[in-house]
């Protein structure tokens, strides 16, 4: 039989000038995943969401846009985008103030600066879950005992039920300390890295030039330097507050019913009760997936464009 | 302008203050971890009295095997489903996505550029919002309620392969080049000289891996329905949800949830602290 022979072969194979092969060798089982596991879905969720396919995942009957129309049509899930907006409104901004202070402070220490990082960062460690059910169960349980009805009642106010009602919405306290727990020592280390890269000499040229040290140096080196980490910092929060999912699900829910209040419904939320609740409907499902998707491509391209995403770090 | 210089004194008060906001602020950080402690060695009674009690009166340590005894759900079982998963998915994460970093970085090809951008691309959708579609094409294949459904659609992570490429594009070329020149292979200069060498990405990526996989809620709660495949997150918040749920059980859950987590945080924080900031560098 004519061919290489194996000793050839392994030559080939070996060899390091066929370059071509050895890319696909350690890129391949990568990229392969990729598309199986990432653009494979999308694609067929795009096909899905032109069909009718209730309780199943496999198209039905062609309808169109119609799943699209009904989608943007219904009033639940414009209210779940304006449940994202609301929440994205006050995590972001509030986050990153946090994480920013925490990152000055910390970085200006000279004992004790490990200790502090590590404090901060070490919920990264907990799950949205783990955390839900401190926040719901000890701190927000609006029980008498509970710990925040507990400093409301030291400071001469009544206990206040914090997730189960609506008006007023003091389940936004809840849900944003909660992410804030979480996510602050996660960003404070990022920003924490951004401060160390700031050239010394910077500080030193300024105070030669008269600038008082605080708010001048803040707001003219420490600012513009940090400019590019800020940039990632905050495309970073949005898209995490637009994938929100786990605290909403485990303080808001209830589970066993298969139940969720008509209010603070994020749009993953919302996904997840129409296609995999008691509805199963993948057709709409899908078709809400791919706006969301089109969505947090958008905001996050924009957002981007707008901070100067990509952009290296430089005199503001 | 005369110049502003901080007195002694000034710069005295200063520090103060800040260790003094740093301190308060660590206190508020570490409530959440004395009340699972607290709360875990109550009885339920003591936890529903409306006065706060600091610490609990009567140690409750029987709180672990009640857990373990709950006829809701088996816990025992969430964990050893938890670390099939979360093992399995760091080592296949790691070892496909490094292997894809270093192609990437360091095998020359016409397209490896425009393969990267693809990569990249990815990365800009986030894996929750396509939770839906991941599902429907799980259930095609038949993966929902098994191990390779919770962990091969989620092994691919392109962050992973990103923060690979970037560090091996720094790796020092002169010892790969010592290595070709001992005749060995690609393949070989890889496992046996680059890989040694590398072993602080590889414990970075493979705890943010292991830590985001133990943690995972929203994957799992979709595809791991059946309640012998749930993972410990998915058992946890079954327990938080249940009709009458036992706090104080709740609380035990807790601990042995995130002890794992702490225990590959205080072992490895540095590297984890490394990774995380690497990810700033190309921001």
Redesign the interface.
């Known amino acids: 039989m004519a061919g290489p022979s194996p000793r050839t072969l392994w030559r080939r194979l070996a060899g390091p000038q066929n370059n071509n092969l050895w890319f696909w060798i350690f890129v391949g089982p990568f990229l392969a995943g990729i598309v199986v596991f990432v653009l494979t879905p999308i694609l067929w969720s795009v096909v899905l969401s032109l069909y009718e396919a209730r309780n199943t995942v496999t198209p039905t009957r062609f309808v169109g846009l119609d799943n699209y129309a009904d989608v943007l049509g219904d009033s639940v899930f414009r209210s779940s985008l304006f449940t994202f907006i609301a929440f994205a409104a006050f995590i972001v901004p509030v986050t990153f103030v946090a994480s920013l202070g925490l990152a000055l402070a910390v970085n200006q220490v000279r004992f004790a600066k490990a200790f502090f990082r590590s404090v901060f960062f070490v919920p990264v460690a907990c799950s949205y879950v783990v955390a839900s059910l401190i926040w719901k169960m000890s701190i927000f349980n609006g029980l008498p005992g509970g710990l925040a009805n507990t400093v409301l009642g030291a400071v001469g106010f009544d206990n206040r039920a914090w997730l189960s009602r609506p008006h007023p919405p003091l389940y936004w306290v809840v849900i944003v300390s909660e992410r804030m727990w979480l996510q602050v020592g996660f960003y404070m280390l990022l920003l924490l890295a951004g401060l160390q890269r700031i050239p010394v000499n910077l500080y030193e040229a300024a105070s030669v030039d008269g600038a008082t040290r605080g708010w001048q140096t803040f707001r003219y080196i420490t600012l513009p330097q940090l400019r590019a980490t800020s940039a990632a910092v905050l495309v970073l929060l949005l898209i995490n507050a637009f994938q929100a999912f786990d605290e909403f699900y485990n303080l808001l829910s209830n589970a066993g019913a298969g139940t969720y209040p008509p209010y603070a419904r994020p749009p993953l939320v919302y996904l997840y009760y129409v296609a995999l609740g008691r509805q199963q409907d993948f057709g709409h499902g899908s078709a809400g997936a791919v706006v969301l998707t089109l969505m947090i491509a958008v905001f996050t391209l924009a957002q981007g464009r707008l901070l100067g995403f990509g952009k290296r770090d430089s005199y503001g | 302008?005369a110049?502003?210089r901080?007195t002694g004194a000034r710069a005295f008060a200063g520090?103060t203050a800040?260790?003094g906001?740093?301190a308060v602020?660590?206190a508020l950080?570490?409530?959440?971890f004395y009340?699972?402690v607290r709360?875990g060695l109550s009885t339920d009674i003591s936890?529903?009295?409306?006065?706060?009690?600091l610490f609990p009166t009567d140690l409750q340590l029987g709180n672990v095997s009640a857990l373990l005894d709950n006829p809701t759900v088996d816990f025992a079982r969430s964990l050893r489903n938890s670390a099939i998963v979360s093992i399995v998915q760091t080592t296949g994460t790691v070892f496909?996505?490094s292997?894809?970093g270093?192609?990437?970085a360091r095998?020359?090809?016409?397209f490896?550029n425009a393969?990267f951008v693809?990569?990249l691309a990815?990365l800009?959708?986030?894996?929750?919002?396509?939770?839906?579609?991941?599902?429907?094409?799980v259930?095609?294949i038949g993966w929902v309620d098994t191990y390779q459904g919770l962990i091969?659609?989620?092994?691919?992570q392109?962050f992973a392969?990103f923060l690979f490429r970037q560090y091996f594009i720094g790796f020092p070329l002169e010892l790969e080049e010592a290595s070709?020149i001992d005749g060995l292979?690609?393949?070989?200069t890889?496992w046996r000289i680059v890989v040694p060498n590398s072993k602080g990405i590889f414990a970075a990526v493979a705890s943010i891996t292991f830590?985001g996989s133990?943690?995972a809620?929203?994957w799992p709660?979709?595809v791991g329905k059946d309640e012998d495949k749930w993972t410990v997150?998915v058992a946890?918040?079954?327990l938080?949800?249940?009709?009458s749920?036992r706090?104080s059980q709740?609380?035990v859950a807790?601990a042995i949830?995130?002890a794992p987590?702490?225990i590959?945080?205080v072992l490895l924080?540095r590297y984890i602290?490394e990774g995380?900031?690497r990810?700033?560098?190309n921001?």
């Open positions: 302008m110049e502003v901080p520090a800040l260790y906001v740093l602020a660590a950080f570490l409530i959440p009340l699972i709360n936890l529903s009295r409306p006065d706060w009690q496909i996505a292997m894809a270093y192609g990437l095998i020359p090809y016409r490896a393969v693809f990569i990815t800009m959708i986030p894996a929750a919002v396509t939770f839906v579609p991941s599902f429907v094409i259930s095609e091969v659609p989620v092994m691919f392109a392969a070709r292979s690609t393949w070989g890889y830590i133990w943690n809620f929203l709660l979709v997150q946890l918040s079954t938080l949800n249940a009709q749920p706090v709740l609380f807790s949830a995130i987590l702490l590959v945080f924080q602290v995380v900031e990810t700033g560098i921001g």
